[in-house]
Structure formats: C-alpha cells, structure tokens
C-alpha cells in the first residue's frame, strides 16, 4: 500500500462550487504538506502543518483552507473554486527537515 | 529568500545519449539539494539528496549529481539515456525547514 494516498486523483468542477480534497499517510510523520503544481513554476506551498494543533499558511494560502483531522490526516478545502486553481496538487509528509514523501497527486479542473 | 533556476524547460537526447540538466540555487550557504522525478500521472519520487557528506552524490536509476559550492550548482546527470527516463525532474534545496522548488525540466528520450 503506498505510504500517501490522495482522494479524488481526478476532479472536473465548476466556479464557486466547494471542494475538498483529502490526504492520508501511514508514515507516522508529524509534518505534512500541501503543494500546487503548474507548469513553469515548480511546486508552490499552499499550507503546512507541523502537528495536529498546528496550522500554517505557506506562500499561495488565498482561497484555501485546511484541517488537520488526526496525525495521518490532513485536507485542503477550495471554498469557492475558480478556474485560475485549475492545477495539480500534491500532499506530503515529513518527518525531518530534510524529508518529503509525496502522494500521487490530485488534478482538479475548474471550468 | 532561496530561489532555484533550472535552465531548460524541455531537454531532449536520444537514446543512450549523455543526460544533464542544470540546477542552480542562489544561497551561498549549502543547503541540503535534492533531486526529484515525476513520471507521467505520479507523485514526486526522491533520485537522490546532498547531504554535505560528498560532493558527488549516487542517486537511483544511474543518476548522479555534484555538487560544487562556488558555481551554487547542482547538475544532474546519467552517462547513457534510457527511454524510461522520460519524466519531469525538479531540483529543490532546503531553506530552514522549507523546500523550495525549481521550475522543473521536461526530459524527452528519443528512439
């Protein structure tokens, strides 16, 4: 069984509608991630969090949430998807500093 | 703030032909620096990471990197292509407990 899986790997939707889209690991890390993806920019932080009580904003936090429902859990929610978050987003975990363990990732389209 | 450059968006080579692609950071303190492959519909799988232990650092699937303080570069390379290699690479360096990402470089293989 792979160590981070996302949910759903494939989601088309339209504006203003919510998402969410979910993250588990089975790594036993406390630090996890989330990341968009888009061409010619690499991966960008979105929102981090070091522990279950702790939630951070990263460098691209506008227009998502997130929560952090137990240690191997963790959620970005669009509220009000528009199209210019049509990306790829990744999860990750971590356990040091120096470590990143990647999901598969989820595309979403917003038409 | 860390930025990190890889020159060339798309790099084809033929088959059996030398792989380099080209990372630069902008710190002048060695951070760690790691290499990341992304096939097609996949996450990011780690192909190695400089530590500060050597400066050429092995990797997985016959990459290596080296790693050379006063250019701040981090080249990636693999003496003989192979098809299966065609993916999408990332080189990313460590910015406290923050990666940051470069742009990413297409590698095609051609026949």
């Known amino acids: 069984d792979a160590d981070v899986t996302q949910t759903p790997r494939n989601r088309i939707t339209k504006t203003g509608k919510r998402i969410m889209l979910e993250c588990s690991q089975t790594?036993?890390?406390?630090?996890m991630y989330w990341y968009r993806q888009d061409p010619g920019l690499g991966l960008r932080l979105i929102y981090y969090s070091f522990d279950v009580k702790d939630i951070n904003k990263g460098e691209i936090s506008d227009g998502y949430s997130v929560s952090r429902q137990a240690q191997a859990k963790f959620s970005l929610s669009l509220e009000s998807a528009i199209p210019n978050q049509t990306a790829l987003y990744f999860c990750?975990?971590?356990?040091?500093?120096?470590?990143?363990?990647f999901g598969p990732g989820t595309r979403l389209t917003v038409l | 703030a860390q930025s990190v450059t890889q020159l060339g968006s798309h790099v084809s080579v033929s088959e059996g032909a030398l792989v380099l692609l080209r990372c630069n950071y902008s710190s002048s303190v060695p951070p760690y620096l790691f290499w990341y492959v992304q096939y097609p519909n996949q996450g990011l799988q780690l192909l190695l990471k400089?530590?500060?232990?050597?400066?050429l650092v092995k990797g997985i699937n016959g990459f290596e990197a080296e790693f050379k303080k006063s250019e701040t570069s981090f080249h990636l390379t693999k003496p003989s292509a192979h098809m299966s290699d065609a993916a999408e690479y990332f080189c990313?360096?460590?910015?406290?407990?923050?990666?940051?990402f470069g742009p990413g470089t297409r590698l095609s293989v051609l026949p």
């Open positions: 790594k036993g890390h406390d630090r």
């Open positions: 400089y530590t500060s232990a050597a400066t």
């Open positions: 990750a975990t971590g356990g040091s500093e120096d470590t990143r363990y």
């Open positions: 990313a360096v460590t910015e406290g407990w923050n990666f940051v």
